[in-house]
């Protein structure tokens, strides 16, 4: 957890869904578990970062209500 320009705020670094197991609403399951669990802590900020090609990740969130404020760079040396 940390703060966001003065709020509570967590970051999620990674989820994996089997890929037997997706498109069946597990991931949308536990988004929401964890927006109920962040309410709880008062906590109201929930980031993540995101592969521009993960065309099907981008969907479940976007439809959870999620925005894309800005983008992030990465330079491999």
Known sequence: MNEHE???????????IDPQHRRKGYGTEAFLLLEEKAREKVINIISLHIFRDNTSAQAMYKKLGYSDPNDSMIKRI
């Open 6 to 16: 003065g709020e509570k705020a967590i970051f999620v670094m990674d989820i994996q």
